[in-house]
C-alpha cells in the first residue's frame, strides 16, 4: 500500500507541476492562483501543501521542471541531425514563430525572466542552475577551438541573443516585422557562434 501511495503521490506532484509550469509561463507567475491551479490539475486546494510548502516552492519546482522538458526536447531534436547541423537547428528551433506564439509551452526563461529577476537569491539561484544548462549544451555545439572560457561566454552570449530576440518579438505588434525579426536573429546568433577563434 505504501508504494502506492508513494506513486500517486508521485503522479499528483507531476500533474500540479505540469499545469503550474504552463500556467505561469503563459499567464504570469502573479496572475496565477492556487485554488484555480489546483482544480487545473484537478485535484483539491487542500492537496497542494502535501506536495509543496508555498507557492515560492512551487514557482521554483514548475520553473525547474519546465527547463528540463525544454532541454530534453532540444536534445532529442538536434540529436537526429549531424554535428555539423546541430547548432543551427537548435537556433532554428529556438527562434521560430511557433516558440514566439506558444508562451506556455516554451522555454521558461524566455517567458518568465522578468518576473524571476525580482525573486529571492535562493529562487534566481535556481533558475540560472537551469540557464547554465542550456548554456552548456550551446557550449558544447558551438565548432571547435576556443578556450574553455572564451566557448562558456560565447555560449551565454548567443542564448542572450536568441532569448532577447525571442523576447522582443512577443511584444511586437506587427507580424511581419516580428517574423524578420526572428530570421535577423538566427542570422545573427549564427555569425555570433561561428566567429573565428
Given at each position: 500500500?505504501?508504494?502506492?501511495?508513494?506513486?500517486?503521490?508521485?503522479?499528483?506532484?507531476?500533474?500540479?507541476?505540469?499545469?503550474?509550469?504552463?500556467?505561469?509561463?503563459?499567464?504570469?507567475?502573479?496572475?496565477?492562483?492556487?485554488?484555480?491551479?489546483?482544480?487545473?490539475?484537478?485535484?483539491?486546494?487542500?492537496?497542494?501543501?502535501?506536495?509543496?510548502?508555498?507557492?515560492?516552492?512551487?514557482?521554483?519546482?514548475?520553473?525547474?521542471?519546465?527547463?528540463?522538458?525544454?532541454?530534453?526536447?532540444?536534445?532529442?531534436?538536434?540529436?537526429?541531425?549531424?554535428?555539423?547541423?546541430?547548432?543551427?537547428?537548435?537556433?532554428?528551433?529556438?527562434?521560430?514563430?511557433?516558440?514566439?506564439?506558444?508562451?506556455?509551452?516554451?522555454?521558461?526563461?524566455?517567458?518568465?525572466?522578468?518576473?524571476?529577476?525580482?525573486e529571492d537569491?535562493?529562487?534566481?539561484?535556481?533558475?540560472?542552475?537551469?540557464?547554465?544548462?542550456?548554456?552548456?549544451m550551446i557550449?558544447?555545439?558551438?565548432?571547435?577551438?576556443?578556450?574553455?572560457?572564451?566557448?562558456?561566454?560565447?555560449?551565454?552570449?548567443?542564448?542572450?541573443?536568441?532569448?532577447?530576440?525571442?523576447?522582443?518579438t512577443r511584444?511586437?505588434?506587427?507580424?511581419?516585422?516580428?517574423?524578420?525579426?526572428?530570421?535577423?536573429?538566427?542570422?545573427?546568433?549564427?555569425?555570433?557562434?561561428?566567429?573565428?577563434?
Amino acid at each position: 500500500m505504501a508504494r502506492y501511495d508513494e506513486e500517486h503521490k508521485e503522479v499528483s506532484r507531476n500533474q500540479i507541476l505540469d499545469r503550474a509550469s504552463e500556467r505561469f509561463r503563459r499567464d504570469g507567475i502573479a496572475a496565477v492562483g492556487l485554488r484555480a491551479l489546483m482544480a487545473d490539475a484537478g485535484l483539491t486546494h487542500g492537496a497542494f501543501y502535501s506536495h509543496f510548502d508555498s507557492k515560492a516552492d512551487l514557482v521554483a519546482a514548475a520553473f525547474e521542471h519546465a527547463s528540463d522538458q525544454t532541454l530534453n526536447y532540444f536534445r532529442r531534436k538536434i540529436a537526429s541531425v549531424p554535428n555539423d547541423a546541430k547548432l543551427e537547428l537548435f537556433i532554428a528551433l529556438y527562434l521560430r514563430t511557433l516558440h514566439r506564439d506558444n508562451m506556455a509551452m516554451g522555454c521558461a526563461t524566455s517567458a518568465l525572466l522578468p518576473e524571476m529577476a525580482r525573486e529571492d537569491a535562493a529562487m534566481r539561484k535556481r533558475v540560472a542552475e537551469k540557464n547554465d544548462a542550456l548554456v552548456d549544451m550551446i557550449v558544447e555545439l558551438l565548432p571547435p577551438g576556443g578556450t574553455e572560457l572564451a566557448r562558456r561566454n560565447r555560449a551565454s552570449s548567443v542564448f542572450a541573443l536568441i532569448l532577447g530576440t525571442l523576447q522582443l518579438t512577443r511584444v511586437e505588434t506587427d507580424p511581419e516585422y516580428s517574423d524578420r525579426m526572428i530570421e535577423a536573429g538566427r542570422e545573427a546568433a549564427l555569425q555570433l557562434a561561428r566567429a573565428p577563434w
